[in-house]
T-cell receptor
Framework: QKEVEQNSGPLSVPEGAIASLNCTYSDRGSQSFFWYRQYSGKSPELIMSIYSNGDKEDGRFTAQLNKASQYVSLLIRDSQPSDSATYLCAVTLTSGTYKYIFGTGTRLKVLA | NAGVMQNPRHLVRRRGQEARLRCSPM?????VYWYRQLPEEGLKFMVY????????ESGMPKERFSAEFPKEGPSILRIQQVVRGDSAAYFC???????????FGPGTRLLVL
């Protein structure tokens, strides 16, 4: 079982719709969770971090964390073509240092 | 520009040559992480350093790869005797302290011919 799993996509949504991106992780004790956006050929850009169960909202983005079910999701409201990118989920593990374990990313396409 | 800086942005090497990748963390950040991204794959952790110390190198290949973060100057990731499989994007991230959010640099794209 991979430590962090994401559906590779592509996930296609029409402009203005809600895009829902999901991530599951295997380390039940993980404490820190991050969503990064990566445009093709560019570096990862932090969107949100979340540490507690529940929802965290920032503008059009909402991160949701459920530690009991070991998943974290990212909702993008009013999706725009400029949101088309690969979204990377990152998790820190219980053991060892505070390095990030990344999923392989979900490619999102927002159709105009 | 107060962000993480990496250079060169693109590096071409022939098999057997050495590659040196540099990373200057954000101002005020003393923790540096290196990640590698192979084509169509996610980022893989390589090494975590603080000034003059390697904290975690569990993701570094055992041979040919080394990293340092001297008291003065940038962090350097060194790849000796490069092979085609080393072709990838190498990203550096920095954070102000342990267990804090990491911010990524623009990356160095290494191509081994």
């Amino acid at each position: 079982q991979k430590e962090v799993e994401q559906n590779s996509g592509p996930l296609s949504v029409p402009e203005g719709a809600i895009a829902s991106l999901n991530c599951t992780y295997s380390d039940r004790g993980s404490q820190s969770f991050f969503w990064y956006r990566q445009y093709s050929g560019k570096s990862p850009e932090l969107i949100m971090s979340i540490y507690s169960n529940g929802d965290k909202e920032d503008g059009r983005f909402t991160a949701q964390l459920n530690k009991a079910s070991q998943y974290v999701s990212l909702l993008i409201r009013d999706s725009q073509p400029s949101d088309s990118a690969t979204y990377l989920c990152a998790v820190t593990l219980t053991s060892g240092t505070y390095k990030y374990i990344f999923g392989t990313g979900t490619r999102l396409k927002v159709l105009a | 520009n107060a962000g993480v800086m990496q250079n060169p942005r693109h590096l071409v090497r022939r098999r057997g040559q050495e590659a040196r990748l540099r990373c200057s963390p954000m101002k005020g950040h003393s923790h540096v992480y290196w990640y590698r991204q192979l084509p169509e794959e996610g980022l893989k952790f390589m090494v975590y350093l603080q000034k003059e110390n390697i904290i975690d190198e569990s993701g570094m290949p055992k041979e040919r790869f080394s990293a340092e973060f001297p008291k003065e100057g940038p962090s350097i990731l060194r790849i000796q005797q490069v092979v085609r499989g080393d072709s990838a994007a190498y990203f550096c991230a920095s954070s102000p302290g342990d267990q804090e959010t990491q911010y990524f640099g623009p990356g160095t794209r290494l191509l081994v011919l």
